[in-house]
C-alpha cells in the first residue's frame, strides 16, 4: 500500500468531492481518502495502480497532477482559459443584449446569445455531463440543466447570463480561496531554498533538500536559517517569530537549538544540521496546518449533513413545481417550468458548504503565524467553547527552573559553607532541586569539588545521606530530619513560615543536628496572574491548578497567580483521574501542560494544551493545540481567535440559508429570474469566502 497526494486545480466544492469520492469508491484497492478543499489537494492511501486512479479522476472531468508536476511551465492558454472564456462571454451577453434593444432579429441574436452560452459554460457543460454520467447532480449538472431549459423555452438571453455570471463566480471564488492557499503557503517561504555547507574543507552552497542530517551549515547576520540544527560555534540573536511567534529575538550560543526559518540578527552561526528538510519544526507546523482542514469541526459536519440533504429536497420541490400546477390546474407549463429552472439554480449549495472550511483554514493559519499549532477545526471550534482551564504548575504557571531564594543558618556557620556542604552532597543526586542548589554554587562561585566520599545513599521521597571525610550528613525535607530526630521547635517554626510563603525548605545538617535550611522556589511567571484575568475576561468560568506541591504551596502559587480553584498533592497519574471529575463538573476542560509529562490528562481533557516545547517531536504529536513558545499569553488569543472565526462561521451560514430561503420564495412565486438567482447564489458563496478570510486578519487587543 502507497500513499500519494494529488492537486487537483479544478476542485472548488463539495459536491465534486462527494462525485470523487463516489468514483474512488467503485475502485479496488482505496483503503483511505483524505480530502484538502481549501489547498485543492486529494490524499489517498491505496493498493491498486496509480494509472487507474488518474483514469478514474479524468473520466469524471479531473486533471489531477502530482508533486513532481507542479512546477511544470504551462502554456498562456492553460494559464488564462478561464479568464479568455469568461472575458468572450461577457462580450457576446452585452452585444447581444445591447443588440436586442434594437429590435434585431432572433436570427442574428440567437448565434450570438448560443457564443457566450458555449464559451461561459463550455467547461462547466464537460464537468456536468461527466458528473451526471456518474449518476451525480452537482452544481455543475444543475448549472447545465438550467441553461438547457431557458433555451428550449426560448430563454437564450438568460442561459447565456446563467452561464456568464457562473463562471465569472467560480472565476471570482478561485481567486479568493486563492489569497487563503497564498496565505498558507506564505508559512513556509519563509525558509530560504539553499544552505551554505562546509564540505571537504569548503563551503558550498546546495539546495536544502540536499543537506543531510550531521552536516555543518553556516549562517551569516541577516540570513534566515535554513534548517532545524545544534549551534557548535558563535553567538548571535535569532527572531524565531515564524515558528514561536515571539516579537523579542532570542539568544543563541553553542548548544542551542536553532529552527528553519528564523532569522540570524548579528552574529555568525555554525550548526549542526539535526533534521532533513522535510522534517524541520516549520515543515512539521506547515504539514499539520494543511491536514488539519481534514479534522472537521462539528458545525462543518452540520453544514455538510444539512446540504446532503437541502440539494435533493429542492430538487424534488422543482419537480413539484413544475407538475401540479400544470397537471393539476392546467397552468401554462413555459411558465412554471422557467419557475422550476430558477429553483435548479437555488439548489445549488455552494455557498453554504465553503462557508466552513475556507474560515477555520483561515483561523488555523492566523494561528500558525503567531505561534498557535491548532490540530484542526474541531479543536479550533471547542476552544471558543471551554468552561474550565485545568494547568499543570511547574512550567506552566510558574517558570519551572527552581531557584534558591534564601538560605538560613541555624548556628554559627555561614550561607556560603551552607551552600557548599548542600553541593558536596547534593553533587551525586539526580533530584530537581539539587540542580537549583548546584547552580547557586556556580553562581556564588563556591567551590565544592574537593570532597572525598565513603558512603552515598538516596532516601526515598525524602532526601539523601552522605558520609564526607569522616562525617555524615544530611540532606532532605521536613520527613527526612523527623526521622532522624535532629528537628527542633525553632525549625519546625522556620519550616512553616517557608511553606506559607510558598517555598519548599531543603534541610542541611549531620546526624547530630541541623545545620540550616534552603529556601527553593519554582518562580510564578510575572505574567500569569494578567493572563487568568485574561482568560476570564474571554467567558473562562473556572481557572484551575492541579500539582503535585503540597497544599500550602499551591494555595501561595493560587493567590499570586489568581487561580480560581486548586487540587494539591496529585500524582501524574491522577491527573486524568482528575481532569475528568473536571469534565462532569464544567462540562468543557481544556488541560495546559507540557504535552509529555501531562499526556494522560492532555488526552482526557476536551482539548489538550502543550507550551513551551518548539520542536519537541513527542509534544507535537501528543496535543490538540501547541503554543510553539514558553508565553502563556498566547492562550487568552487562541481562545479570542476561536471565538471570532465561530462567529464568522455562523454569520457565514446565516447569509448562505437566508439567501436561499429569500429565493425559494421568491423563484416560486415568479418574482425572480434566473440571472438574479444565480447572481444572489453566486453572490453569496463570493460574500462568505471574503468575509472566512477575515479570520487571517484577526488580532486581539486583550
Keep these: 500500500m502507497q500513499t500519494t497526494i494529488f ?37 489517498l492511501s491505496y493498493s491498486c495502480s496509480q494509472e487507474d486512479i488518474i483514469k478514474a479522476l479524468r473520466d469524471i472531468g479531473f486533471e489531477p497532477r502530482l508533486h513532481y508536476e507542479l512546477d511544470e511551465p504551462k502554456t498562456f492558454w492553460q494559464r488564462h482559459n478561464h479568464l479568455a472564456s469568461t472575458v468572450l462571454s461577457g462580450a457576446a451577453l452585452t452585444t447581444g443584449l445591447a443588440l436586442s434593444r434594437f429590435g434585431i432579429a432572433e436570427t442574428i441574436l440567437i448565434p450570438i446569445f448560443l457564443v457566450s452560452v458555449i464559451s461561459g459554460g463550455w467547461r462547466i457543460a464537460v464537468k456536468g455531463f461527466k458528473a451526471g454520467k456518474n449518476l451525480s447532480l452537482d452544481m455543475n449538472v444543475l448549472m447545465t440543466l438550467a441553461a438547457l431549459g431557458a433555451m428550449a423555452i426560448g ?102 537549538a536553532v529552527y528553519a526559518g528564523t532569522l540570524n540578527e548579528r552574529g555568525t552561526l555554525e550548526v549542526e544540521v539535526t533534521m532533513p528538510y522535510a522534517d524541520t519544526t516549520l515543515a512539521r507546523i506547515v504539514r499539520m496546518v494543511e491536514e488539519a482542514q481534514s479534522e472537521r469541526a462539528p458545525v462543518q459536519n452540520f453544514v455538510d449533513r444539512f446540504a446532503h440533504y437541502y440539494t435533493p429536497s429542492v430538487l424534488a420541490f422543482a419537480v413539484m413545481v413544475v407538475l401540479i400546477p400544470t397537471l393539476l390546474f392546467h397552468a401554462p407549463f413555459g411558465l412554471w417550468f422557467y419557475r422550476a429552472l430558477v429553483l435548479l439554480v437555488i439548489a445549488c449549495p455552494c455557498a453554504l458548504v465553503i462557508s466552513t472550511p475556507v474560515t477555520i483554514v483561515s483561523g488555523l493559519t492566523n494561528a500558525a503565524r503567531r505561534g498557535i499549532l491548532i490540530k484542526g477545526g474541531r479543536h479550533l471550534e471547542e476552544l471558543g467553547r471551554i468552561k474550565a482551564i485545568a ?102 517554626r522556620e519550616l512553616q513560615r517557608l511553606e506559607a510563603a510558598g517555598k519548599t525548605a531543603v534541610i542541611v545538617g549531620t546526624e547530630h543536628e541541623p545545620l540550616g535550611i534552603i529556601a527553593i522556589a519554582d518562580e510564578v511567571r510575572a505574567d500569569s496572574h494578567d493572563i487568568i484575568r485574561s482568560l476570564h475576561s474571554e467567558g473562562i468560568q473556572k481557572a484551575i491548578m492541579i500539582t503535585g506541591d503540597n497544599e500550602t504551596t499551591a494555595r501561595a502559587i493560587s493567590l499570586a497567580t489568581g487561580i480560581d480553584e486548586f487540587h494539591a498533592g496529585i500524582l501524574p497519574g491522577e491527573k486524568a483521574r482528575r481532569v475528568n471529575l473536571l469534565k462532569e463538573r464544567y462540562g468543557s476542560v481544556a488541560m495546559v501542560g507540557d504535552g509529555i509529562n501531562d499526556a494522560p490528562a492532555l488526552a482526557a481533557s476536551t482539548v489538550g494544551i502543550a507550551m513551551g516545547i518548539a520542536g519537541t517531536g513527542v509534544a507535537l504529536e501528543t496535543a490538540d493545540v501547541v503554543l510553539m513558545s514558553d508565553d502563556l499569553s498566547r492562550l487568552p488569543y487562541a481562545m479570542a481567535l476561536s471565538k471570532k472565526t465561530l462567529s464568522i462561521i455562523r454569520q457565514n451560514i446565516a447569509i448562505a440559508i437566508l439567501t436561499k430561503l429569500i429565493f425559494l420564495g421568491l423563484g416560486v412565486f415568479g418574482a425572480a429570474t434566473l440571472w438574479m438567482a444565480l447572481l444572489a447564489d453566486d453572490g453569496a458563496a463570493l460574500v462568505v469566502i471574503l468575509n472566512g478570510l477575515r479570520a487571517l486578519r484577526f488580532k486581539w487587543n486583550g
Aim: one cysteine or more; glycine letters at 6%; a negative charge.
Design 391 to 492: 494547568f499543570d504548575k511547574t512550567g506552566t504557571l510558574t517558570k519551572g527552573t527552581p531557584r534558591v531564594i534564601d538560605v538560613i543558618p541555624l548556628n554559627s556557620i555561614s550561607p556560603r559553607e551552607i551552600i557548599r556542604l548542600a553541593c558536596a552532597v547534593e553533587a551525586k543526586s539526580e533530584h530537581h532541586l539539587a540542580g537549583a542548589v548546584l547552580r547557586k554554587a556556580y553562581e556564588e562561585k563556591i567551590p565544592f569539588d574537593n570532597a572525598t566520599y565513603q558512603h552515598f545513599e538516596t532516601v526515598a521521597g525524602r532526601g539523601v545521606k552522605a558520609k564526607i571525610d569522616g562525617t555524615t550528613y544530611i540532606i532532605g525535607n521536613h520527613a527526612l530530619i523527623e526521622e532522624e530526630r535532629i528537628c527542633s521547635p525553632s525549625v519546625e
Design 155 to 256: 430563454k437564450w438571453e438568460e442561459s447565456a447570463a446563467v452561464m456568464f455570471l457562473f463562471t465569472v463566480a467560480n472565476l471570482l471564488e478561485s481567486n479568493s480561496m486563492a489569497r487563503t492557499r497564498k496565505a498558507m503557503r506564505s508559512l513556509m517561504d519563509v525558509s530560504p531554498p539553499t544552505a551554505c555547507v562546509q564540505r571537504s574543507g569548503l563551503e558550498c552552497i546546495v539546495k536544502v533538500e540536499e543537506v543531510a542530517v550531521g552536516e555543518k551549515i553556516f549562517i551569516r547576520p541577516g540570513e534566515r536559517i535554513p534548517l532545524d540544527g545544534k549551534v557548535l560555534a558563535g553567538d548571535s540573536t535569532v527572531d524565531q517569530a515564524p515558528i514561536t511567534g515571539e516579537s523579542i529575538p532570542a539568544r543563541k550560543k553553542m548548544g542551542d
Design 7 to 43: 492537486h487537483i486545480d479544478d476542485l472548488c466544492c463539495g459536491d465534486e468531492e462527494i462525485l470523487i469520492r463516489k468514483k474512488l469508491e467503485a475502485l479496488d484497492g482505496i483503503h483511505e481518502t483524505s480530502f484538502n478543499l481549501v489547498l485543492r489537494k486529494l490524499t
